[in-house]
């Protein structure tokens, strides 16, 4: 070995045991985060309530006060050791394009309708980031009017429910089966035509739980399945479409190949892939978060940036276990942070509430980007008090280490209190 190579090696080495000893430090030292500097974009509404039942921001005001975020930033130049791997996206189906034929509802009366990764992503509404949600026009339901949903393609009715979640009015979730491949899931249907109820039921149940119907029913291309006024607060309703020839890239694939819960978040793919072109472009025209047209892209149920804070993360470092649903204190598995259409970050959960990283907030800073260390300043959605601090450590491209706490400013460094360990 020649002495310049021994000399290189030995400063690689310090800088590797520097590393080791003092730790990853918080890339800002900001104040207590204050309602102002935090402002969130969305209005508050009950803490009972989820995103499902949330109000956008009003077509005529802009949530922000910048213009439309870019969809996809310049990233910084990092080295190959830093460099998050890229996850690319499923192939587009063989059979897309052509096996939808018929709408599934009036696009007129549409007011906006969210890409698949935009939403929630964490503990009980992990499999939230798998589905299309779709908001009714408010003059509809003003008018007192409602929304008819028509079957797609010919399919059956493989499995149902009719109950009531939480305080909402019973509503239906309807699963159809429309070939060995592909499943349409459809929640906040308000009613089912006469056909479908004699099959199924018309006494709602105090839950949600879903069974098969008594008798076939097969329903044609363009034949109605019901109506909808969607939820009772927000008037929106929701659609999943699984393929099961499709496989979504997780950081770890095979933890969402071991249950159930894994399986339908890995097959969730966009909906309107299945159109042709020219009716697929009617729903693509209405994607967005903000306003329609926000982006052309239908979205990926996975947010996983590999080597990145990006993400879903979960207590279990066995990932036999699968995608599962628990909580420890304040901590919450699934756990999902990134950052949305509207170039906000979102954490999902902690302490029960959905957090989200404003661009006016000192902290904000893409956790795709985020390969180390950061610390987010946190802002309650409800009454925009400060909410204290969360401290992400990326201890190894698998796991990682949060540190949460109700009030406080973000620290230099990992904080000295117990934290909880995720898993990827």
């Known amino acids: 070995m020649t002495k310049t190579t021994n000399i290189a090696y030995s400063l690689i080495l310090a800088a590797l045991l520097f590393t080791a000893t003092t730790g990853c430090s918080s890339s800002e030292s900001p104040g207590a985060?204050?309602?102002?500097?935090?402002?969130?974009?969305?209005p508050p509404t009950q803490a009972a309530q989820t995103e499902f039942t949330s109000q956008p921001p009003s077509p005529s005001v802009s949530p922000h006060n910048s213009p439309e975020p870019s969809l996809s930033p310049e990233?910084?130049?990092?080295?190959?050791?830093?460099?998050?791997?890229?996850?690319?996206e499923p192939d587009t189906p063989d059979e897309s394009g052509s096996l939808f034929t018929a709408h599934f509802f009036d696009r007129d009366k549409i007011r906006l309708i969210y890409p698949l990764g935009q939403l929630n992503g964490g503990h009980h509404e992990a499999e939230a980031l798998g589905l299309s949600l779709i908001w009714i026009e408010p003059s509809v339901i003003?008018?007192?009017?409602?929304?008819?949903?028509?079957?797609?393609?010919?399919?059956q009715l493989e499995r149902y429910s009719y109950g009531h979640f939480g305080s909402e009015p019973p509503t239906w979730t309807m699963v159809f089966r429309v070939n060995d491949r592909i499943k349409i899931r459809m929640s906040a249907i308000?009613?089912?035509?006469?056909?479908?109820?004699?099959?199924?039921?018309?006494?709602?149940?105090?839950?949600?739980?879903?069974?098969?119907?008594?008798i076939p029913v097969f329903l044609e291309a363009g034949e109605v399945i019901g109506y909808t006024t969607g939820t009772s607060?927000?008037?929106?309703?929701?659609?999943?479409?699984?393929?099961?020839?499709?496989?979504?890239?997780?950081?770890?694939?095979?933890?969402?190949?071991?249950n159930y819960l894994g399986?339908?978040?890995?097959?969730?793919?966009?909906?309107?892939?299945f159109f042709d072109e020219a009716m697929g472009a009617e729903y693509i025209a209405l994607l967005g978060l903000d306003e329609p047209g926000q982006t052309t892209e239908c979205g990926n149920t996975s947010r996983d940036v590999p080597g990145s804070l990006s993400g879903q993360w979960h207590f279990n470092p066995d990932y036999t276990t699968g995608v599962e649903i628990a909580q420890d204190g304040s901590y919450a598995t699934p756990l999902a942070i990134f950052k949305n259409l509207s170039n906000e970050i979102v954490i999902y959960q902690i302490d029960g509430q959905e957090?989200?990283?404003?661009?006016?907030?000192?902290?904000?800073?893409?956790?795709?980007?985020?390969?180390?260390?950061?610390?987010?300043?946190?802002?309650s959605r409800w009454d925009q008090s400060a909410a204290g601090y969360a401290y992400f450590e990326l201890i190894s491209e698998d796991d990682m280490k949060v540190y949460y706490s109700p009030s406080g400013q973000c620290p230099n460094n990992p904080p000295t209190t117990v934290g909880k360990t995720y898993y990827r």
């Open 33 to 42: 985060a204050t309602a102002d500097e935090n402002n969130a974009s969305v």
């Open 75 to 88: 990233p910084p130049i990092l080295s190959p050791e830093t460099q998050p791997a890229v996850i690319p």
């Open 142 to 155: 003003e008018a007192g009017d409602r929304l008819t949903v028509y079957a797609p393609a010919d399919m």
């Open 190 to 214: 308000s009613e089912a035509v006469p056909r479908i109820m004699d099959a199924t039921t018309n006494e709602p149940a105090p839950n949600t739980a879903e069974h098969e119907p008594s």
């Open 233 to 258: 607060k927000a008037h929106n309703w929701d659609i999943w479409v699984y393929d099961s020839e499709r496989s979504n890239q997780y950081a770890n694939q095979s933890r969402y190949e071991a």
């Open 263 to 273: 399986d339908r978040m890995r097959t969730a793919v966009c909906p309107y892939d």
């Open 355 to 379: 957090f989200r990283i404003t661009t006016d907030n000192t902290t904000h800073s893409d956790p795709a980007e985020i390969t180390d260390c950061h610390c987010y300043q946190l802002v």
